[in-house]
């Protein structure tokens, strides 16, 4: 008897999580006017939505489940737990209409416990020009977002198992600042989860529940984060194949399907390429050009990864993801 309690109680402590996560989703008169073509429009800071790191981007921004690196803090906190010792990534990304998007973070593994990391993430508008209501030039100003981050991921199930074994929760606390000509602040939070490696050890999935609190106030207008909901999955067909989609639902869209696929080509013994290619359906209905198909490629050498996206934007234009990673591992954190 005594056995059976334990084992309710473990699987609801791993249950417990998705629960929360999925509780957004439920039918109700709160939820009836979100997570569809209604309610576009109705959030702010949309920066937030847009991907970092080259490599998830060029996976058509289905990494949720596949994360290994100090991204993880933009994509799934839970991810932080593949970092064999520490983690430092930048990216810099031109965006659209002179917009860029810049982005770093560091993370390492602490110890048995689990892991944590730090992060920023800023996005530039460009110079605009500010005028009255009857047309009068008042000046120029630079309106941007930003976003700091801090996260921690631990395991909550199975501490007599194999790493790979258990079920992994990570959370992570946002302070989130935007810029018009007036400014606002505040605080917000992610939450994901990972599940233990399936079949064989080839199959993976993951949680996410990403600026699940905050609003901004401009004016007299108040304005909710745009919550975004992720379900990921991973199937490594081998060391050198890599399968991943991602269903996402954000707050103030239609949910759409994200996949994408990594092709490892060991080229030396210390280096490594990687070829990308992604799809989603955010924009299927898009008669305006290409852009819902991405690409990208990579480079690892000794502990050292250099990645590149594009990704179409139909008339609006293209952007391009750089980013680096720096992956430091310790015989003491190998698993």
């Known amino acids: 008897m005594k056995g059976s ?5 473990g699987t609801f402590a791993a249950l417990l999580p998705w629960l929360l996560l999925c509780a957004p989703l439920c039918p109700g008169r709160a939820a009836a006017s979100t997570f569809s073509s209604d309610s576009a429009g109705t959030a702010g800071v949309q920066f937030l939505k847009i991907a970092s790191g080259a490599r998830g981007a060029g996976l058509g921004e289905a990494y949720s489940a596949f994360v290994d690196d100090a991204f993880a803090l933009d994509w799934n906190p839970a991810g932080l737990i593949n970092i064999e010792a520490q983690s430092l990534v930048f990216m810099h990304a031109p965006y659209l209409a002179e917009t860029y998007l810049d982005y770093f973070a560091y993370a390492e593994k602490a110890g048995e416990v689990g892991a944590w ?31 700091m981050s801090v996260g921690l991921a631990c395991y909550i199930t199975g501490f007599n198992k194999d790493p ?8 992570t606390g946002k302070f989130v600042r935007s810029k018009i000509i ?14 233990p490696l399936m079949l064989d050890k080839t199959f993976r999935m993951a949680l996410t529940a990403q600026n699940i609190m905050g609003t901004l106030r401009f004016d007299k207008e108040e304005t909710q984060l745009p919550l975004v909901l992720r379900l990921g999955s991973l199937i490594s067909l081998s060391k050198y194949l890599n399968i991943t989609a991602d269903i996402v639902a954000a707050r103030d869209y239609l949910p759409y399907l994200a996949a994408g696929s990594e092709a490892r080509i060991r080229a030396y013994e210390d280096m490594d390429l990687f070829l990308r290619a992604g799809f989603n ?19 690892r050498f000794s502990s050292y990864r250099l990645d590149y996206a594009f990704s179409p934007f139909g008339v609006l234009g293209s952007a391009h993801r750089i980013s680096i990673s720096m992956i430091f591992s310790s015989p003491q954190y190998r698993r």
């Open 164 to 171: 790979d074994e258990r079920f992994v929760l990570g959370a």
């Open 117 to 147: 990391g730090v992060s920023g993430k800023y996005m530039n508008f460009g110079e605009l020009r500010h005028t009255d209501s009857s047309g009068l030039d008042m000046g120029a100003f630079t309106p941007y977002d930003m976003t």
């Open 281 to 299: 359906t955010r924009a299927v209905n898009d008669t305006s050009g290409a852009r819902n198909v991405t690409f990208g490629a990579g480079l």
């Open 5 to 9: 309690k334990k084992g309710f109680a």
């Open 182 to 195: 007036s400014a606002d602040s505040t605080l917000s939070a992610d939450i994901g989860l990972l599940t």
